[in-house]
C-alpha cells in the first residue's frame, strides 16, 4: 500500500505560508524575564560596530527557558540568541573561539525543542525573522515585509533577508499544489498533474523575478564586507581565525569543539521541496578543503543542510522523498505532449532561477572578493574585516568559500545543470506566456550546438538560439 499524502499541520507548515513562521515572529519576547536578551539585540548595531557585545554578554545572568510558553516565544528566543552568539563570535578585532555559558546553557535548550543547531539558520535569519507590515495583505509583496532583527541596522541586510521570506511567501502555494499533484498522478488523472505543473512553472517563474530584486535594495559591497561576515559559521572556518570550530562553554561539561556550517539559502525546504518533488537528483558533491574531507563529502551538500532545518520541515521533505512520484508519472506518460511539457517547463524555471543565482553570487561575492585588500580590521569597520569569509588573501581563489562551506561555482553549477535543459528556457517562457501550444508544435525534434558554440533548439515551430549572455557577468 502506498504511504498516505502527508497533512501539512502535521510538519508546521501552512498552505498559505509554507516553512514561514504560522503565525507573524514575535517582536520581542513578552515576559519581562527575558528584558536584558531583547536589550542587547535591540542595541546590537552599535554594541557591535563599538566592540561591546561581548562584555554585555558576558555580564549577562544565566536566564532559563522555563519562562517560553508559545512555539512563537521559543522561536523569537532561538532569533534573539543566534544574533547575539554570531555578534558575540564575530563582533571583534578577531573571533571568539569560547561562547559562554550565558548563550550556550539557553540556546542548547532552544535548539533541542526547536530541532535546530546552535548556529544562525536560514530559519533564524529569514523565516522567522520578518513581519508583515499590514498582516492582511501578503508577505510575498516585498514592499509589505519589514525584518525583526538586523547585524548592521542597515536596509541592505533587511532586504537580503526579505527576499528569501518573499519567496517562501510566493512558493508556499506549492506545497498544497504538489500533493494535489502526487495523489492525482496516483490515480492516473494526467489532467490534474499538468495543470498542476503549469500552475507551478508559473510560480518558479515569479520567484526567479523576487530574486533579481535583490540589486533593488541590497549593495553588494555592504553585503561582502558589512553582513556576511556576521553570517558565517565554525566549519571550514580556520582562514577566518577559528581552525578547530567554537568551543560551546556550559559552564557544568569540559568544552568541546564544534563546527557548524553558517546560514545558506542551500537550508530553505522549499527549493528542496522543489527538487524533490520535481524528482531532480543532486549527486555527491566536493565541498571539503582536502583528502579526507572530499571522501567524506560524498553525502550532497544539499541533502546535509536538511540537518540545519527544523525539525519537522526536514520530516516533511524525508516523508516527500518517499512518496515522489511525478518525474516516473511524466515518464510514463512520454505520449502525453502537454504533460511532458508542463513538466520540463517547471525544470527550465528552476533551472533560470539558478542561472539568476549564479549571477548574483558572481556580483555578490566573486567579484567583491577581487575588490577586496587585506585587512586586519574586524567586521563593521571601514576595511574589510580579518574574519571575512573571502580570507585575508583574496587572490587565492581556492579559498572563496560560501557560508555553508561549498566552493561556490563548481557546486551551483552542479547543481543547476543538474536541473533540467538549458536549450528549452526560453521555449518553455514562450509556452507560459502565449498558453500551451499544440501538440504537434510542442514537441522538440531536436536540440544540439549551433557551428558558433551557441545551444540550438530545433522545435517544429522555428528554431531558438540560446547565448546564454542575458544580463551576465560572469560566464562559467
Ligand atoms: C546576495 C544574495 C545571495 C548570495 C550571495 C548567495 C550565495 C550562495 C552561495 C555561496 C551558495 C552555496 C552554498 C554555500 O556554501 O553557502 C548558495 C546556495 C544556495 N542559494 Fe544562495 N545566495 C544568495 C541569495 C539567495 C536567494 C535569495 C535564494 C533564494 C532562492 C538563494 C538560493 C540558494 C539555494 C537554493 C542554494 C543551494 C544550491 C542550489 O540548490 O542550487 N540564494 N547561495
Ligand atoms: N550562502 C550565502 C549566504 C546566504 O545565502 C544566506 C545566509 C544566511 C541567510 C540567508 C542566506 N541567503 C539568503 O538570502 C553566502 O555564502 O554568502
Not at 101 to 126: D, K, N, S
Not at 129 to 149: M, T, V
Not at 153 to 182: C, H, K, N
Not at 428 to 457: I, Q
Amino acid at each position: 500500500m502506498l504511504p498516505p499524502v502527508p497533512s501539512l499541520e502535521d510538519y508546521g507548515i501552512s498552505p498559505e505560508h509554507g516553512f514561514l513562521s504560522p503565525e507573524s515572529p514575535l517582536e520581542v519576547l513578552p515576559d519581562p524575564y527575558y528584558a536584558k536578551w531583547e536589550a542587547v539585540v535591540a542595541n546590537l548595531q552599535p554594541l557591535l560596530l563599538s566592540k561591546r557585545v561581548r562584555g554585555l554578554v558576558d555580564r549577562l545572568p544565566i536566564l532559563s527557558t522555563t519562562h517560553l510558553q508559545t512555539d512563537a516565544e521559543w522561536r523569537r528566543a532561538y532569533v534573539v540568541l543566534v544574533f547575539m552568539l554570531h555578534g558575540y563570535v564575530w563582533g571583534g578585532d578577531r573571533p571568539a573561539e569560547r561562547v559562554p555559558p550565558q548563550l550556550t546553557v539557553p540556546l542548547f535548550e532552544v535548539c533541542e525543542r526547536l530541532e535546530v543547531p546552535p548556529v544562525a539558520t536560514y530559519a533564524g535569519v529569514c523565516l522567522w525573522n520578518y513581519k508583515p507590515i499590514f498582516p492582511d495583505e501578503p508577505a510575498s509583496d516585498l514592499d509589505n515585509l519589514a525584518c525583526l532583527q538586523t547585524f548592521t541596522g542597515s536596509l541592505d541586510e533587511q532586504w537580503f533577508y526579505l527576499v528569501s521570506v518573499a519567496i517562501e511567501a510566493r512558493g508556499a502555494p506549492t506545497i498544497p499544489l504538489m500533493l494535489q499533484a502526487i495523489s492525482a498522478a496516483r490515480v492516473g488523472k494526467a489532467g490534474v498533474v499538468t495543470e498542476c505543473l503549469q500552475q507551478m512553472a508559473e510560480i518558479l517563474d515569479e520567484i526567479t523575478a523576487l530574486l533579481q530584486r535583490m540589486y533593488d535594495n541590497c549593495d553588494p559591497y555592504i553585503f561582502y564586507n558589512r553582513i556576511r561576515p556576521y553570517l558565517a559559521g565554525s566549519k571550514n572556518m580556520a582562514d577566518a581565525g577559528l581552525p578547530k570550530g567554537l568551543l560551546y562553554d556550559d559552564g557544568r561539561n569540559q568544552p568541546e569543539y564544534r563546527q557548524y556550517g553558517g546560514g545558506s539559502n542551500a537550508q530553505s525546504s522549499l527549493i528542496q521541496f522543489f527538487d524533490i518533488v520535481l524528482g531532480i537528483e543532486h549527486r555527491p558533491t566536493g565541498v571539503g578543503r582536502n583528502a579526507s574531507d572530499e571522501s567524506k563529502s560524498r553525502h550532497s551538500f544539499i541533502h546535509d543542510m536538511r540537518a540545519y532545518m527544523p525539525g519537522p520541515h526536514r520530516r516533511f521533505l524525508e516523508d516527500i522523498d518517499s512518496i515522489a512520484n511525478i518525474r516516473a508519472f511524466v515518464e510514463t506518460h512520454r505520449a502525453d505532449p502537454a504533460l511532458r511539457l508542463a513538466y520540463d517547463a517547471c525544470l527550465s524555471m528552476l533551472r533560470a532561477m539558478r542561472d539568476k543565482h549564479i549571477q548574483i553570487v558572481s556580483r555578490y561575492i566573486i567579484l567583491q572578493s577581487r575588490g577586496a585588500r587585506g585587512s586586519t580590521h574586524s567586521a563593521g569597520s571601514d576595511q574589510p574585516p580579518a574574519t571575512n569569509l573571502a580570507t585575508a588573501n583574496p587572490t587565492d581563489k581556492k579559498k572563496l568559500r560560501g557560508t555553508g562551506g561549498t566552493a561556490l561555482i563548481p557546486f551551483l553549477k552542479q547543481a543547476r545543470d543538474e536541473t533540467g535543459e538549458p536549450a528549452i528556457d526560453a521555449w518553455a517562457r514562450r509556452l507560459l506566456s502565449n498558453g500551451p501550444m499544440d501538440a504537434a508544435s510542442a514537441s522538440l525534434s531536436k536540440v544540439g550546438e549551433h557551428p558558433d558554440g551557441h545551444l540550438e533548439v530545433v522545435g517544429l515551430c522555428g528554431t531558438w538560439t540560446a547565448d546564454d549572455s542575458e544580463g551576465g557577468i560572469c560566464h562559467w
